[in-house]
T-cell receptor, first 113, second 114 residues
Framework: KQEVTQIPAALSVPEGENLVLNCSFT??????LQWFRQDPGKGLTSLLL???SQREQTSGRLNASLDKSSGRSTLYIAASQPGDSATYLC????????????WGLGTSLAVNP | DAGVIQSPRHEVTEMGQEVTLRCKPI?????LFWYRQTMMRGLELLIY????????DSGMPEDRFSAKMPNASFSTLKIQPSEPRDSAVYFC????????????FGPGTRLTVL
């Protein structure tokens, strides 16, 4: 059974720092992996999607990497800003499965001015 | 496009009452997903539809939960009777095709059952 773990559960950093959020999954047979952002009281916004054949995806100050064989993904945020404060969730779509995303519990990020 | 629309945004009800949550997916999207989010269990997929047909409802916790999608632009999630442990945020999401592309989420309905 696929399990997704995110470390750390919470993170507080000063503005301007580069930071890394971690996601690990137990079954490497995945179709893709997605990173989402959730703001308090809001829905989820997809940030980056990495297909199983890809190693990384970049969008602005965000870079997500995928090491399928070791069951790990990282989300790198460069030059963090207070507006980056949110909860970041990782989800995997198992290969061969129907269409069920398996979610981590998220990392709550606070970027302090 | 207005995005995925959910109503109500907040619902407070008493144990035993029927609760109906509503969702309008993004026009043209073939897949619709209902999720539940709690602090302890995170996000859980309850059920999803493809072209209005339920494909996988294995995440529906009990017979008290039911979901329908009478047409491509509307879906409901019903809880009858509601219990305090049903208190959570319920999200609806839709996607154009399911695999390989992102799901677009609504703002959620925060349900409190007293």
């Amino acid at each position: 059974k696929q399990e997704v773990t995110q470390i750390p559960a919470a993170l507080s950093v000063p503005e301007g720092e580069n930071l890394v959020l971690n996601c690990s999954f137990t079954d490497s047979a995945i179709y893709n992996l997605q990173w989402f952002r959730q703001d308090p009281g809001k829905g989820l916004t997809s940030l980056l999607l990495i297909q199983s054949s890809q190693r990384e995806q970049t969008s602005g100050r965000l870079n997500a990497s995928l090491d399928k064989s070791s069951g790990r993904s990282t989300l790198y945020i460069a030059a963090s800003q207070p507006g980056d404060s949110a909860t970041y969730l990782c989800a995997v779509l198992n290969a061969g499965n129907n269409r069920k995303l398996i979610w981590g519990l998220g990392t709550s990020l606070a970027v302090n001015p | 496009d207005a995005g995925v629309i959910q109503s109500p945004r907040h619902e407070v009800t008493e144990m035993g009452q029927e609760v109906t949550l509503r969702c309008k997916p993004i026009s043209g999207h073939d897949y619709l997903f209902w999720y539940r989010q709690t602090m302890m269990r995170g996000l859980e997929l309850l059920i999803y539809f493809n072209n209005n047909v339920p494909i996988d409802d294995s995440g529906m916790p009990e017979d008290r939960f039911s979901a329908k999608m009478p047409n491509a632009s509307f879906s409901t999630l019903k809880i009858q009777p509601s219990e305090p442990r049903d208190s959570a945020v319920y999200f609806c999401a839709s996607s154009l095709i399911a695999g390989g592309v992102e799901q677009f989420f609504g703002p959620g309905t925060r349900l409190t059952v007293l």
